[in-house]
């Protein structure tokens, strides 16, 4: 990993870095839009990564209940991706699952690009695995019907 970047809790006033980073990525229906109001209501779930300070990177973790989480709104700027910023956000969730009390949590992601994924160590599972999903979101979504996102596993045995 670079030596200056950093992963860090976000904070309030992070809130229009995220906003900034999310927006370009949910024009193109890439990711999820979020509002600044939506982001700061959950900015405890949201990590950033910073490089020399400046933030280059977000990603959110959403806890469904039952030790299931998602990770969601993962964006990385793009004049530097492919540069070990995405790692460092998802292997950040996944540590601090593994200090946390539960023993069998599951982290899983819906998501156009899985190859980035799977090179974390996530496999490929049948959306259907997540009914909370669906029901939170897929349900509202305009490609209900034609969605061309796949469903990626990384659960605490894989550790
Ligand atoms: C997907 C994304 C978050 C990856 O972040 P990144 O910082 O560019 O990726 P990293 O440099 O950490 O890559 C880690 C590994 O994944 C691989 N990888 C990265 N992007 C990939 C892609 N699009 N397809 C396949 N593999 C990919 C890298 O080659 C690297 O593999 P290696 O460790 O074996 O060399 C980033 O490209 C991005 O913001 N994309 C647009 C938004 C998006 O698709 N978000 C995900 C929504 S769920």
Redesign the pocket.
């Known amino acids: 990993m670079n030596e200056q970047l950093k992963v860090r809790q976000a904070t309030p006033e992070d809130v229009p870095e995220i906003h900034s980073l999310l927006e370009p990525?949910a024009d193109k229906k890439?990711?999820l839009r979020r509002s600044k109001d939506d982001i700061l209501s959950y900015i405890g779930n949201f990590v950033v990564a910073e490089i020399g300070g400046k933030i280059c990177?977000c990603g959110a973790a959403r806890h469904f209940g039952n030790e299931l989480y998602e990770?969601?709104s993962?964006?990385?700027d793009p004049s530097?991706?492919?540069?070990?910023?995405?790692?460092?956000i998802v292997e950040f969730f996944i540590e601090r699952l593994n200090k946390s009390e539960s023993k069998s949590w599951k982290l899983f992601?819906?998501?156009?690009?899985p190859?980035?994924f799977i090179?974390?160590g996530f496999k490929e599972v049948e959306k259907e695995m997540f009914p909370e999903k669906i029901w939170a979101d897929c349900l509202k979504c305009a490609k209900f019907n034609c969605c061309d996102e796949k469903a990626v596993l990384f659960q605490a045995d894989d550790v």
């Not at 992601?109 to 690009?113: G, K």
Request: net charge positive.
């Open positions: 990525y890439i990711v990177g990770v969601r993962l964006v990385v530097i991706q492919k540069k070990g910023v995405g790692r460092a992601a819906l998501t156009m690009t190859g980035f090179s974390l």
